[in-house]
């Protein structure tokens, strides 16, 4: 069983317009409605993947039974927390193909309790005592301590779980406290929190070090199309993937993760857990749904994807 965490979950809507700009009105056909959030994303393909999976965390008014009701009609086990007051906030995504761009509009989510909060760690001991990994992705919502990750992974950790943690800035620089064994920046947010320019030649390895001394045992930062730098305590790793027809990189990081963990949980050795990852990554670019693989995308990316030991 993988646990899924995410504190701040949103409900998606993805819509694609040709020529999108300002000042404009922009009739719109179609468009995605999905349960969303970077562990929710994640929770989706491992179950894609074929591994149990939960998704926990927090949720909030009509829009939080929009995605608990939607998730679980996807197949995935929910067990989140309700908030008392406000709504999950909506994330909405304007795709232009025209333009080859990713607009986002994000709203900040429901403030967070003490009460809500003293069930989370409730949650999370209980979660994690039948979890090989727990993930926890994400930002923090209003209300929640900078430091959460950090006592959440210690929790997790002393249940016996490995934990992921896949954040950002002030959640991931204090998170790294509780010692995750996996953390997945991508190459901006490894950057940022090495304070580097990320322009340097050698700056995701530089955060990568970085990384490792605050606390993680395994370093991935993600480099989009140029692949990834993977780095332990005993080695380093370069992947590198093949061309593919990108059509939105929403949801492709937290793909990522969700690759390597359900790798890990089936006792991949790390080269293979890496490609998997990267395929898995790959394969959700190739679709607008945030979270969206297709088995066969993974195997034949797979095939082109290199690990080479630096």
Known sequence: MITTVTLNA????????????????????????????????????????????????????HTGRLLTDGLSAEGVSVDFIEAAHGETRLAITVLDPSAHTQTELIESGPTIGPLELAALRRKITTLAADSAWVVFSGSLPPGCPPDLYAELCTLAKARGARVALDASGEALRLGLRGKPDLVKPNEVEAAHFAGIDATRPDAAEAAAAQLLEAGAQLAVISLGARGALAVTRDARYRVRLPHADIVSALGSGDAMVAGLVTGAAAGLELPAMLRQGAACGTAAALHAMAGRIELQDVKRLEQGITVTLL
Do not use: M, Q
């Open 10 to 61: 949103a409900v998606d809507k993805i819509y694609t317009v040709a020529g999108f700009g300002l000042n404009a009105v922009h009739r719109i056909e179609g468009g995605l409605t999905v349960p969303g959030g970077k562990g929710v994303n994640a929770a989706r393909v491992i179950r894609t993947l074929g591994e149990p999976v939960r998704a926990t965390g927090f949720v909030a008014g």
